[in-house]
DNA sequence: GAAAATTTTTCACTGAGTGAAAAGGTAGTT
DNA sequence: AACTACCTTTTCACTCAGTGAAAAATTTTC
């Protein structure tokens, strides 16, 4: 134990974080890239990532295109999908999501909470068209989305002081933005069971979200996107939570027997 | 440049390939494992792992559960999102495998060529029971499928003549495991414009796919898996092939002008 | 409570990784 | 065809980051 930590100005860099960093260059704007952009972005320089590069491909954590470019690779996308998050929660969702999508014929969404944010999981949707902030991936602010919300309002009451503790950024006009009105408003969820964001992320769309929730704990939350502001909403909630509290049941099932498939 | 070529026996690892291997450790089997399990698999120093474990966990390509067993993180998840066949291919693909589903109530999936093997894009089941064969990312036969014979069908000579000319593995009575007897069946495969496998891979499961084409060339499948072989099965081959051509033509769409997202 | 696993920390040694610089490619412009 | 600009690949002497056996700490098992 040094007197003082270790942080020499901005290399500081273990091979394997250098490696990270790689592959850490490229990004939803970016998916692909030269070698040298590549440098760039993560701040190292070529000969280092084209070794780096090199070896990555040879593992196909990257891949190259024709032209030379670079993205990632098969294998990362493979190694992905083992993830719990994956392996567990989606494949476990998607005959209720799939249902409510028959029901409703909106875009049906789940999410997770992940240290504090809310994170797309999956999302079917028969828009052409996916806008940036609703991406599988995507990380929203649990204040101002309603499957944010959902999840929220049924998590730990230390969790939501942290939450509320925090800045709440300001998205549109109805974002809630002050602990007080957020604690308000997840009374409100807690007492209807679910969550119904209007604009307050992105203007024009209104969502509404039912939590998942596994042994008394809120594991996820199921919402439907509906940017048409239809009026025949109130029909879609016992559908949704149908889903919701359906999966909630599954996934205590396949707790209990681990791994029945 | 030395005169002998440098593999001391076993251990020719480099850092990278090293961290690479740790990670390659968790499988679809053993997706999350203590240290111990970690290097056995890895074949390394367990002082070693430790390490890299440790750098891979800060950079969230690994996560610790609460008994301390290593499984994948989520940022791996993340970045396997923005591999091409998922940020293409899969999310233009949805709304089109979703209206099939809709129409059909069936299992669809899509799948693309990697490789000697097809994989599994993605899979829309009102199955709450997912067969380990056809999960996302299982790779699988291209002789013995119809996904794989739909994208095998439309692919170049030389590469159907490559596959042709490895082993073709029996896996039922009614695999097709001669070259003779598989450029028989690829050819009416591209007469009637759509494969049909009848328990070729897994008794009892029946299938049709159809090739997506990208100016003429092919670069995935879509299928319906019909485990009930309902008789109705000739009424989904429209709508399929509807599917399949649409998306074919969504791809060219958005590869004429990139990214209008 | 002793034995048998784990996981974590330490530390002296050394070769694997480094990156500046030069060479080799590929376009695009005048 | 010569010039400019940018990209990729190779080389090589230096040295510091990574190594892993072994000891210490911790947890699990019987």
């Known amino acids: 134990m040094s007197a003082a930590q270790e942080f020499p100005k901005s290399t500081a860099k273990s091979v394997t974080a ?16 030269t070698l040298s952009q590549l440098a760039r972005v993560a701040g190292l320089p070529i000969a280092t ?10 593992g196909r ?4 295109d024709a032209a030379g470019r670079y993205s990632l690779g098969v294998r990362m996308w493979e190694m992905g999908l083992l993830t719990p998050v994956h392996g567990h929660l989606r494949e476990a969702a998607m005959p209720f999501l799939l249902n ?11 999410a997770v909470c992940d240290g504090v944010d809310a994170v797309y999981i999956e999302k079917l949707t028969l828009d052409t068209k996916t806008p940036v902030q609703s991406r599988i991936g995507a990380r929203i602010p649990l204040h101002a989305t309603a499957v944010g919300q959902a999840i ?3 998590s730990e009451q230390s969790f939501i002081d942290v939450i509320s503790g925090m800045p709440l950024p300001r998205f549109t006009e109805t974002t809630v933005t002050t602990p007080r009105a957020l604690n308000k408003m997840l009374d409100q969820v807690r007492e209807q069971g679910f969550a119904h964001s209007t604009q307050e992320y992105v203007l024009g769309s209104t969502a509404i979200a039912a939590p998942v929730m596994v042994n008394g704990k809120v594991e996820a939350a199921i919402g439907i996107v509906n940017y048409e502001l239809r009026e025949d909403l109130e029909v879609f909630v016992p559908a949704m939570r149908e889903a919701a509290d359906g ?3 599954r996934l205590e099932e396949l707790q209990a027997n681990p791994e029945v498939r």
């Open 18 to 33: 250098r490696a990270l960093a790689v592959l850490g260059a490229l990004s939803a704007q970016e998916p692909s890239m």
């Open 49 to 58: 990532v084209y070794r780096l590069a090199g070896e990555l491909e040879e």
């Open 152 to 154: 929220l309002a049924f």
């Open 100 to 110: 409510l999508q028959y029901e409703c014929r909106e875009t049906v969404q789940l």
């Open 61 to 64: 954590f990257l891949q190259r």
């Open 247 to 249: 999966l909630g049941r």
